[in-house]
T-cell receptor, first 115, second 113 residues
Framework: KAGVTQTPRYLIKTRGQQVTLSCSPISGHRSVSWYQQTPGQGLQFLFEYFSETQRNKGNFPGRFSGRQFSNSRSEMNVSTLELGDSALYLC??????????????FGEGSRLTVL | DQQVKQNSPSLSVQEGRISILNCDYTNSMFDYFLWYKKYPAEGPTFLISISSIKDKNEDGRFTVFLNKSAKHLSLHIVPSQPGDSAVYFCAANRHNQGGKLIFGQGTELSVKP
């Protein structure tokens, strides 16, 4: 069974640009969550999608957005990139949302560098 | 507001000995507590969890203890092996929050042969 797949794995952008990251969950998983990992802040929750609807949202500015498609694939977008957006962006999937015990399956992440 | 804290950024243990990783939390509404393990260049992988209604959960060499009165949990690894060397994250979750986990900062465990 294929795991969570994230693309691209690495990318470099400049300040002011925008970026779109993609995540394909494990087959059958309907919930997709996104996390940002930085050395200073650790792993921080961005948002969660279930059945194409955003169910939970973390404390990030509106420049961070996401969506989920009918096949459960998800994308996140960061507009007007800032240097502080440099991070590892992790996607995680799980069977269902709402009554989840928290066991998530993570992808390998997309490493974003903003210059 | 750091709701989940891992105060030790690193821990070094001899192979075969016990590794004890600690985690403190502030929100008494958490329903589940989890430990994730992360190797460099990989995503975190789920290790073990415990419900807030229990005080111990064991899975092979891994045992998690929960002390609700102290808002403290710990992960015991016995015996420790060099392959256990990784960053360990403590996380907490509320049952109606789905994939929203609150993570600690992580503890880097090094198991020396």
């Amino acid at each position: 069974k294929a795991g969570v797949t994230q693309t691209p794995r690495y990318l470099i952008k400049t300040r002011g640009q925008q970026v779109t990251l993609s995540c394909s969950p494990i087959s059958g998983h309907r919930s997709v969550s996104w996390y940002q990992q930085t050395p200073g802040q650790g792993l921080q929750f961005l948002f969660e999608y279930f059945s194409e609807t955003q169910r939970n949202k973390g404390n990030f500015p509106g420049r961070f957005s996401g969506r989920q498609f009918s096949n459960s694939r998800s994308e996140m977008n960061v507009s007007t990139l800032e240097l502080g957006d440099s991070a590892l962006y992790l996607c995680a999937s799980s069977w269902v949302a709402g009554e989840n015990t928290g066991e998530l399956f993570f992808g390998e992440g997309s490493r974003l560098t903003v210059l | 507001d750091q709701q989940v804290k891992q105060n030790s950024p690193s821990l070094s243990v001899q192979e075969g000995r016990i590794s004890i990783l600690n985690c403190d939390y502030t929100n008494s509404m958490f329903d589940y507590f989890l430990w994730y393990k992360k190797y460099p260049a990989e995503g975190p992988t789920f290790l073990i969890s415990i419900s807030s209604i229990k005080d111990k959960n064991e899975d092979g060499r891994f045992t998690v203890f929960l002390n609700k009165s102290a808002k403290h949990l710990s992960l015991h690894i016995v015996p420790s092996q060099p392959g256990d060397s990784a960053v360990y994250f403590c996380a907490a979750n509320r049952h109606n929050q789905g994939g929203k986990l609150i993570f600690g900062q992580g503890t880097e465990l090094s198991v020396k042969p």
